[in-house]
């Protein structure tokens, strides 16, 4: 991975690589930044830099041999612990070693790419992944070995905030007293789920979303998109380069979550004083629970996005909006007068609710049923 390839984030490549060249690497990172924005990528081209004592912030001009080996992702100082699950090939006791020649397919593919798109690859049902003690084990056994260089040491841990207790604890030792020339790199996407004695330990950098601009043009250069069309694509992924790939591709329709959107919002505007509706709604939760909870969660957060798009509708706040559902006789405009000052924040406080719930292992029919009734109060509120 070579810094270039990687859109935006100028002053973090800038200090990463600066730091590097005068020998101030420390050990124990924090990448925190929004899906798609480039974290993982990051986090690759960094450890190149360092392992293969590359300079001129490029991953050039170093240990060639090295840089080849990191292109495959199988130099054998660069380890990674990942987010896995039980599936048709692993039973029982996953941890990522296990997976790891799907993970280097994966992260070729697209290191842009999503928790919700590595479970996918997993073959992940209603289950989600972690990173369990088993994984802890392995990273001590691995970094307790030689320099295969001579060099440093990389240990990339991804959705570090899916470590569970246990694994975070024992990791939180080997935090404490790294051996000589080992670098941790964690990332994530919340800061605050991973544990505050691990926080501590790490020098943390922010990674914002991308702007519409820098999606754009590489939508434009590596897509081979009308710019127009890519700009369009830019608003809608929101600073999320893996999402507008996904709407580049036409990927984004796997799973029908505008009509799915509609159907929820129409019979909780009808189950007001109607039995039938209120029976509409409970074969809506039903059919929305038989899922995966990786798609609930990520349809929940669609609904969030369509309900913020409606207010900033209703508010006038027109160049904000960017969705335009296709379903017939839905318009957004129509809607907006529905999400105002007095219900937003409540319907935001519910449906993140559900989204906790679910996360943890919560029974998604009950969450799903309880929401949608709450749902037909507030959708009426004025």
């Known amino acids: 991975m070579q810094f270039s390839q990687i859109l935006g984030q100028d002053p973090i490549k800038k200090h990463l690589t600066t730091s590097a060249d005068a020998g101030r690497i420390p050990h124990a990172q924090l990448f925190v930044g929004p899906e798609g924005s480039g974290t993982l990528a990051m986090a690759i081209a960094y450890a190149r830099y360092v392992v293969c004592k590359n300079t ?14 990191f292109k495959s992702l199988s130099h054998p100082d660069l380890h990674f612990i990942y987010p896995s699950v039980t599936n048709d090939d692993v039973k029982k ?22 928790l919700f798109d590595w479970y996918q690859v997993l073959g ?3 289950k989600q992944g972690l990173i369990r003690v088993d994984d802890a084990t392995e990273v001590l056994r691995s970094l ?43 990332i994530a996407e919340s800061e605050e789920d991973i544990l505050q004695t691990i926080r501590s330990r790490c020098q943390v950098l922010n990674f914002n979303k991308l702007s519409d601009k820098v999606v754009a043009e590489a939508l434009v250069s590596q897509q081979k998109i009308d710019p127009k069309e890519a700009m369009l694509i830019a608003r809608q992924a929101q600073g999320n380069f893996n ?11 796997e799973f029908p979550f505008e009509e799915w959107f509609v159907m929820w919002v129409r019979a909780a505007f009808r189950a007001k004083g109607n039995a039938a509706a209120i029976s509409e709604l409970i074969a809506w939760s039903d059919n929305i629970a038989s899922l995966g909870r990786e798609t609930q ?18 508010y006038q706040a027109t160049s904000l909006v960017y969705m335009e559902p296709k379903i017939e006789k839905f318009k957004l405009e129509n809607f907006a007068p529905f999400v105002n000052a007095n219900n937003i924040n409540q319907i935001f406080t519910e449906i ?13 029919k009950i969450i799903l049923t309880d929401l949608s009734i709450k749902l037909t109060r507030l959708i009426h509120k004025k």
């Open 297 to 314: 969660k990520k349809f929940l957060n669609f609904c969030l996005d369509m309900f913020r798009q409606a207010m900033l509708l209703n």
């Open 144 to 186: 307790s070995l030689k320099s295969f260089e001579g060099g440093y040491k990389i240990m990339i841990v991804w959705m570090a905030e899916k470590m569970n207790i246990e694994a975070a604890n024992k990791l939180l030792k080997i935090l404490e007293e790294p051996p000589a020339k080992t670098v941790f790199i964690l």
């Open 56 to 69: 001129g912030g490029e991953n050039s001009g170093g240990d060639e041999t090295c840089n080849l080996k």
């Open 93 to 114: 006791n996953p941890k990522s070693s296990d997976f790891i020649s799907d993970w280097r397919q994966f992260v070729y593919d697209n290191p842009y790419g999503s």
């Open 124 to 126: 992940v049902a209603n």
């Open 243 to 253: 999402k507008a790939l996904q709407l580049s591709r036409g990927d984004a329709d």
């Open 352 to 364: 993140s609710d559900a989204i906790y719930h679910i996360e943890r292992n919560g029974n998604a």
